[in-house]
């Protein structure tokens, strides 16, 4: 079955840097991308998404990029702000149905 | 419009007792799923749907068994509970074809003791 590894587990940044996560994934057929944040005790929701005929999508200060022939995908978040701070999933949808394979997370922390 | 609601939100179970999840949607989504998140472990799959009637294994099913008689509804039985399946229980839904990805639950944190 599809594995999706995310880098790094936790990252700290200061409030207006930018930050960057990576995720790579094992099914060459896997065509679906999302990206979830999950703030302290609630549930996980969608705040990005790319698909395989896409290499970069942006929706103001978030982006994701897609490097098919690397099997990698990366959430870059510019201007962080402490509201930024999350736990953030990356998923990816393999060749069978429309399951969605989640990476391990990463913690964010904005520092004021 | 609710979304996904799952019951209960809260559940303290002893080793060996049983108990049900119950997720409903009101989206018309077809595909449903149970997902338990742990520390460090992210999000992974235990059972899913297709459609009403139907069922499917994920990546962690032992231990649990799941129904969809409605379609709407989506619910998880754990027969025997062990320390082990303390986790936080998330149920999506999805229409199938990733046009907009999963809409999630809000949880259940269930501990068994």
């Known amino acids: 079955g599809e594995n999706v590894e995310q880098h790094p587990s936790t990252l700290s940044v200061q409030e207006g840097d930018s930050a960057v996560i990576k995720c790579t994934y094992s099914?060459?057929?896997?065509?679906?991308f999302p990206w979830y944040k999950q703030e302290l005790g609630k549930r996980p929701q969608l705040i990005i998404d790319?698909?395989?005929?896409?290499g970069e999508k942006k929706d103001q200060r978030i982006a994701v990029t897609l490097n098919k022939t690397a099997k990698h995908f990366s959430l870059h978040i510019t201007e962080t702000q402490p509201e930024d701070s999350a736990v953030y999933f990356c998923a990816s949808r393999g060749s069978s149905g429309d399951k969605l394979t989640f990476g391990t997370g990463t913690r964010l922390a904005v520092r004021p | 419009n609710a979304g996904v609601t799952q019951t209960p939100k809260f559940r303290v179970l002893k080793t060996g007792q049983s108990m049900t999840l119950l997720c409903a949607q009101d989206m018309n989504h077809e595909y449903m799923y149970w997902y338990r998140q742990d520390p460090g472990m992210g999000l992974r799959l235990i059972h899913y749907s297709v459609g009403e009637g139907t069922t499917a294994k994920g990546e962690v099913p032992d231990g649990y068994n799941v129904s969809r008689l409605k379609k709407q509804n989506f619910l998880l039985g754990l027969e025997s509970a062990a320390p082990s399946q303390t986790s936080v229980y998330f149920c999506?839904?999805?229409?199938?074809?990733?046009?907009?990805?999963?809409?999630f639950g809000s949880g259940t944190r269930l501990t068994v003791v």
């Open positions: 999506a839904s999805s229409h199938g074809d990733s046009r907009r990805g999963y809409t």
């Open positions: 790319i698909r395989s005929n896409v």
């Open positions: 099914d060459s057929a896997s065509n679906y």
